[in-house]
């Protein structure tokens, strides 16, 4: 049975290292589509499991977090992610130092 576009990102999200983020692109390139940034918000506006898919760890390309972020705000976003050492400058993820790594195929 072929895996559904929701259940193809989130087995990318659950991938991305403790401390590190990844894009919305970066997400949908990884799980097989490019243009898929968008349907990596819906997705995980969704996340039927917090605990074990960490949406959290998805920003936008300048390191922006999610002001609608389905589990708390952009401010619990930010929380999560200080808790893991990320750093910000000016209010974005320092993308340089954070970003995950991960090539795409």
């Known amino acids: 049975m072929e895996q559904s576009a929701f259940e193809k990102i989130y087995e990318v999200v659950k991938q991305i ?4 983020v990844a894009t919305y692109g970066q997400v949908a390139a990884l799980a097989g589509n490019r243009r898929w940034a968008r349907v990596v918000g819906y997705a995980l ?11 959290y760890r998805v920003v936008n390309k300048e390191g922006r977090v999610s002001d609608a972020f389905a589990f708390g705000g952009g401010n619990r976003q930010v929380e999560l992610l200080k808790a893991e050492g990320v ?3 000016d209010g974005l993820v320092d993308m340089e130092r954070y970003q995950w790594e991960r090539p795409v195929y």
């Open 45 to 55: 506006h969704v996340n039927p499991e917090p605990d074990n898919i960490p949406c």
């Open 87 to 89: 750093e910000f400058v």
């Open 17 to 20: 290292p403790y401390g590190q």
